[in-house]
């Protein structure tokens, strides 16, 4: 059951994938790709090679909670990543993740180009824990 969060970009997209039993963040990469279609497409092939059975896309709501253009786009690429994997695609609220990503970044002294490159890995990590969290807080409901 290993879950694979988005953290979607207009030219850079970041990936994290978790464990095999969905509880803990693992491996996280970006991808450079400006064409949303061929951006679904390697993230279709990513999935498959790791074996992901759910895809988390970050759903950048606004402060408010109202949804802005951003977050429109980004309702439409988890069409297209259905259509493209098969798999389930779950819109996570990703409100404050890019600003946490750059917090823990600057933390670590990582600036300019270093930071930049792994902003959106970052990024997707924190979503991916965001939602491996509420999982397990829903089954201890339970």
Not at 16 to 21: G, H, K, N, Q, R
Not at 44 to 57: G, I, K, P
Not at 118 to 130: C, P, Q, R, S
Request: aromatic share 6%.
């Amino acid at each position: 059951m290993r879950i694979m969060a988005i953290d979607f970009g207009d030219a850079r997209t970041g990936l994290a994938v978790s464990d095999f039993t969905g509880t803990l963040a693992g491996e996280a990469w970006t991808v450079e790709e400006w064409n949303a279609e061929r951006l679904a497409d390697k993230i279709a092939a990513a999935a498959r090679e790791r074996e992901v059975s759910t895809l988390v896309l970050g759903y950048p709501k606004n402060m408010d909670g109202t949804l802005g253009p951003r977050a429109e786009k980004c309702a439409e690429f988890a069409e297209t990543l259905k259509e493209k994997t098969g798999l389930a695609v779950v819109l996570w609220d990703e409100r404050r993740t890019t600003v946490d990503a750059h917090r823990i970044l600057s933390e670590n002294d990582r600036h300019g180009k270093k930071r930049k490159k792994k902003i959106d890995a970052v990024a997707a990590a924190l979503i991916l824990e965001g939602y491996l969290n509420s999982l397990q807080n829903s089954q201890n409901r339970l």
